[in-house]
């Protein structure tokens, strides 16, 4: 797993922007998703969905300051209570201490927060099992964690079966990439996103105030450079996108060269059949896209995780599906492909059907988001949930102060935004106003509710109230 990597940087996504060939290998000898959501677009919470297989209110993590109890019931406890060896190197991000450092693996050693690229220290349990202790290193961040992955994998007892998570901090933001790939993109103009000069007309207030523009990077710090004197703002922010996206695309080139690696290990264990590989990171990211970088919003290039998948002995090399996976499926899919009872406790779904080429009738035909931090003091993005079907999205921006973290300030009415996906897949017209989607609008608020109520979580009353008055 990475972190903030975008599907459409990814070559077998589509890409315009750059090559990964070896996660394309993953996507050529197994399954692409093309509809994986996370439930909420910040890193420690969709961690935690991923690992417990419940939503944020169920589980606790809801901001990037509610850590997560170690406690809690995961799936790689789970395995390791079924026999299998378990480890994790990397991207923890969900709190340390004696509540919050990772357990249910046999061995770990995590980056304590985001962590640094160059030379990081990093968490490891001590030899009594009190606590964790620093270990300096010395190198790149992505290849350290790559290095632990498979020295893990040559000390295992082969007569045993395994579950390994290797969590790159890459590409998460400031962006610093490996020596190796400083200068690359340096002869080329990266292409640019068809909305980078969105004006963000008719979408909520609280979105066109938000503070993901562009022009809100730090120059020294993100873009490692002065802005050139006597550019216009168009110029401007046609500089800053591709200082911007050129880093990014470096440090995702690492993380490709990763995955090559552990794939290059297995073929050489003759291990790759019987091992079941997923690629994912814990939500999208704004390349440009409307404009903006960061997460965090409802929005596709937000929401959309990629999700590949290789296990030759169930899943057809080169297949596709367009049905809706979930981080929370992510638990519940691996225990059932190892033959490990799924907990009730789990809310999601075994994508095991899906990865067998079926298509089950009453599968997912919509999915329930809901992201908890009001207008923090950096990126400014409120608080809001909705839900998206295979046609639309409805998303309702509650706009409390006093009930999510890190607001000041009295509370804006609650807005709504209506997106028509299969016209506006670009989601730049929001139509919630519209007498032609009325009904449309009426039949997304009923689903919303019913995904609420099936999943118990709590709708906000001022926004169903606005909600009604639209409709």
């Known amino acids: 797993m990475s972190d903030d990597h975008a599907a459409h940087a990814i070559s077998a996504y589509g890409s315009q922007i750059n090559a990964t060939p070896h996660l394309d290998r993953l996507a050529d000898g197994g399954m692409r998703f093309d509809s994986c959501f996370c439930t909420n677009s910040i890193c420690t919470p969709s961690r935690a969905s991923i690992l417990t297989g419940t939503y944020n209110h169920v589980n606790g993590v809801t901001t990037l300051v509610t850590h997560m109890d170690n406690r809690l019931d995961t799936f790689p406890k789970r395995l390791q209570s079924a026999g299998y060896q378990t480890a994790i190197f990397g991207k ?55 290095d632990d ?55 909520a207030d609280v979105v066109q105030a938000m503070r993901m523009r562009i022009m809100d990077l730090d120059p020294i710090v993100d873009l490692k450079a002065q802005v050139p004197p006597g550019l216009t703002e168009d110029a401007e922010i046609r500089w800053r996108y591709q200082r911007y996206i050129k880093d990014y695309l470096r440090v995702v080139a690492a993380v490709d060269d990763s995955v090559g690696r552990i794939l290059d290990w297995l073929d050489h264990n003759d ?10 990171s814990d939500q999208g990211f704004f390349l ?45 899919t691996l225990l059932d492909l190892a033959g490990v009872d799924v907990p009730e406790s789990m809310q999601g779904a075994s994508l095991t059907p899906l990865l067998s080429g079926e298509r089950p009738d ?3 035909q919509s999915m329930y988001y809901r992201y908890w931090m009001h207008r923090d003091g950096i990126h400014v993005v409120p608080a809001h949930y909705g839900v998206r079907t295979h046609q639309h999205k409805l998303i309702g921006y509650y706009n409390d102060p006093l009930d999510q973290l890190g607001a000041n300030g009295p509370a804006d009415p609650p807005e709504w935004e209506l997106f028509d ?22 039949a997304l608020a009923a689903e919303l509710a019913r995904l609420q109520r099936d999943l118990g979580d709590d709708p906000h009353p001022a926004a169903t109230a606005a909600l ?3 409709l």
């Open 92 to 146: 923890w991000h969900l709190g340390h201490g004696p509540e919050h450092d990772p357990t249910g693996f046999d061995r770990w050693r995590v980056l304590p927060g985001q962590g640094h690229y160059h030379n990081p220290i990093m968490l490891q349990p001590r030899r009594d099992g009190r606590g964790h202790t620093i270990v300096e290193r010395g190198g790149y961040v992505t290849d350290l964690i790559t």
């Open 362 to 364: 009453r599968w997912r």
């Open 288 to 332: 440009g896209d409307h404009g903006w970088f960061d997460k965090r919003m409802m929005y596709e290039e937000s929401l959309a995780m990629p999700f590949l998948v290789r296990y030759p002995r169930l899943v057809e090399a080169g297949s596709v599906t367009a049905e809706m996976a979930l981080n929370v499926d992510v638990a519940p």
């Open 468 to 470: 009604e008055a639209l």
């Open 149 to 203: 992955s498979l020295r893990w994998l040559d000390r295992r007892d082969p007569d045993r079966p395994f579950a390994l998570l290797c969590h790159h901090k890459a590409p998460h933001r400031s962006w610093e990439p490996a020596p190796r790939h400083f200068t690359m993109y340096d002869d080329v103009d990266v292409p640019e996103p068809e909305t980078l000069f969105d004006d963000h007309a008719g979408r």
């Open 421 to 442: 996906l299969e016209t506006d897949p670009a989601e730049v017209h929001n139509v919630i106003a519209q007498p032609a989607y009325r009904e449309v609008a009426r």
């Open 271 to 280: 291990l790759a059949d019987d091992t079941i590989v997923i690629y994912t």
